[in-house]
Nanobody
Framework: QVQLVESGGGLVQAGGSLRLSCVAS????????MGWFRQAPGKEREFVAA????????YYADSVKGRFTISGDNAKNTVHLQMNSLKSEDTAVYYC???????????????WGQGTQVTVSS
């Protein structure tokens, strides 16, 4: 059974930083795409960043480029999202996702975590 468990969310002031982590278990993820999405109240789930464990390519939404960095440890089935220069509009529940296809920005990943709340106070 595949499980994705996120951690690292919390409350931070604008301009601050947080590091989210996601640990995947239940199968081998060496050829998977691991993604981060977020969903604010009343809004649709949106793509934030993704990394391909197969190619090590990374992908970012325009809104987070230059501020967020995704990284992964294939051997540990772990992916991190370093978030710097946080803004109030980054406030959302952040979800980790995994899929063997190159879905990247589309929220149709096969596997999802339970989410972790990130709140940025202005």
């Amino acid at each position: 059974q595949v499980q994705l468990v996120e951690s690292g969310g919390g409350l931070v002031q604008a301009g601050g930083s947080l590091r989210l982590s996601c640990v995947a278990s239940g199968r081998t993820f060496s050829s998977y795409v691991m993604g981060w999405f977020r969903q604010a109240p009343g809004k649709e789930r949106e793509f934030v960043a993704a990394i391909s464990f197969r190619s090590s390519n990374t992908y970012y939404a325009d809104s987070v480029k230059g501020r967020f960095t995704i990284s992964g440890d294939n051997a540990k089935n772990t992916v991190h999202l370093q978030m710097n220069s946080l803004k109030s509009e980054d406030t959302a529940v952040y979800y980790c996702a995994a899929d063997p296809r190159l879905v990247v920005t589309i929220p149709r990943y096969n596997y999802w975590g339970q989410g972790t709340q990130v709140t940025v106070s202005s």
